[in-house]
Each structure stands twice: as structure tokens, then as C-alpha cells.
């Protein structure tokens, strides 16, 4: 959050367009640094992936309810990484080509 809050006043085009986010953090876990991105007006509109080691349902609900773009589940192996890459580049392109329209979330590769 430190490098985050450095960020007020700067131009958006110099801002991350997107941050990976894990649930669990040394100082403040996950959904308590997406609480205050979201109650930030400089930072509200970064959207966030939560990449997280938690399959639990309920983490999932907390961190869409709380304005997470995409809720994803840390990869085992490299196959699983490229795939998730892949996801993630997808919703980006989506994302940045439909700006004014609600976003999906990316189909898991099969």
C-alpha cells in the first residue's frame, strides 16, 4: 500500500493498469489492501486479480463481493502458469477493448 499511496497526483498513464493480489500478506492480508484500493479514488479503477493458494468458496465471495476483477488460483506447474498467463492476457485484451461494457470473467483453459 506504501507504493500505492505514492501514486496520488500522478497521471493514470504512469499508474500500474493492473495488480495481482494474494490473500495472504506479512502486514495486512489481501482483502484489507483491496477494501482501501477500492475506497481510494486515485486507486479505485485499477483493476485487481486476486492470485491466491485459497480454493476456499468463501475467500472467492469476499474478494468479488469486495470488487476483485478475477479471483485466480495460484498454478501447481508451468503448464498451469502459461495457461493462466494466457487468461489473464485475454481478460486484459477484453478489458481494454470493451472499457464501457461489464467484463466476464476469462473461461478456465480446459
Do not use: H
Not at 66 to 93: M, V
Amino acid at each position: 500500500m506504501n507504493f500505492l499511496d505514492n501514486l496520488k497526483g500522478v497521471p493514470e498513464e504512469k499508474r500500474p493498469s493492473l495488480v495481482l493480489l494474494d490473500i495472504k500478506l506479512p502486514k495486512k492480508d489481501g482483502f484489507e489492501v483491496l477494501t482501501e484500493m477500492r475506497n481510494n479514488r486515485d486507486l479505485a479503477e485499477i483493476p485487481v486479480i486476486m492470485l491466491t493458494g485459497s480454493n476456499q468458496e468463501s475467500d472467492k465471495k469476499k474478494a468479488m463481493n469486495l470488487g476483485a476483477a478475477l479471483y485466480c488460483l495460484k498454478p501447481k506447474d508451468a503448464k498451469e502458469w502459461d495457461e493462466l498467463t494466457d487468461s489473464i492476457g485475454q481478460f486484459w485484451i477484453r478489458r481494454t477493448m470493451n472499457r464501457d461494457k461489464p467484463l466476464e470473467a476469462p473461461k478456465k483453459p480446459e
